[in-house]
């Protein structure tokens, strides 16, 4: 099986939300350097790269990322294009096929409240995008609220531009970081989205 990597590599040139902290890995040793092994420090924020927001990123006494179901994480997806280039509006939203996990293109283009609404209504448990942030800079509060507010999982910073759309099965394992208010994420997708497919990956 053929598994597909949708994880923004982590590094000093990795792009981080406006404000957010930059990735730093400092070399604290080496072998060529006469020590017996290698070993860097790693500092990066809680949203770096491709990561996930739970609830309590924006909603108070929500839940924190180690408490996220491993079900919403892992599961059939469908990966399909928005209005690239422009807010994604809830009628782009109500015009894809149901489903339980969506994976938006949108070219780095932001949801808008009435998109993140129709999500909630259509009973999405898991929202993924290609930017860095699901919600427009100058305004990022409430499309957060109404996806978290309603428990819908929200995966940032996805690395989608090659992929084909269509059913897939996502893999999105954050770190489980205690009290966590999100967390870098390795995603990847297998072919197909059915329930056969994620037991032959389970098995």
């Known amino acids: 099986m053929r598994y597909i990597?949708?994880?923004m590599p982590l590094g000093p040139g990795t792009p981080v939300y406006p404000g957010d902290p930059p990735v730093i890995m400092e070399p604290i040793s080496a072998p060529d350097g006469g020590d017996r092994y290698a070993l860097s420090r790693?500092?990066?924020?809680?949203h770096a790269g491709t990561h996930v927001d739970p609830p309590a990123h924006f909603v108070p006494g929500g839940a924190t990322v180690e408490a996220l179901p491993l079900e919403v994480l892992i599961g059939p997806a469908?990966?399909?294009?928005a209005a690239a280039g422009q807010p994604?509006?809830?009628a782009t939203i109500t015009a894809l096929p149901v489903a339980e996990r969506l994976l938006l293109r949108t070219g780095g283009a932001p949801l808008t409240e009435g998109a993140a609404r129709a999500l909630v209504a259509r009973g999405v448990r898991l929202v993924g995008v290609d930017g860095l942030?699901?919600?427009?800079?100058?305004r990022p509060g409430p499309v957060h609220h109404i996806l978290l507010g309603a428990g819908v999982v929200v995966v940032e910073g996805?690395?989608?531009a090659g992929v084909t759309p269509g059913?897939?099965?996502l893999i999105c394992l954050p770190l489980r970081l205690e009290g966590g208010d999100g967390a870098p994420v390795r995603a990847v997708l297998a072919p197909g989205g059915d329930a056969a497919t994620l037991t032959r990956w389970a098995l």
């Open 133 to 138: 942030s699901v919600a427009p800079d100058e």
């Open 42 to 46: 790693l500092s990066l924020g809680t």
């Open 5 to 7: 990597d949708i994880t």
């Open 88 to 90: 994604v509006e809830a």
């Open 78 to 81: 469908l990966v399909a294009e």
């Open 158 to 160: 996805l690395a989608l």
């Open 167 to 169: 059913a897939y099965t």
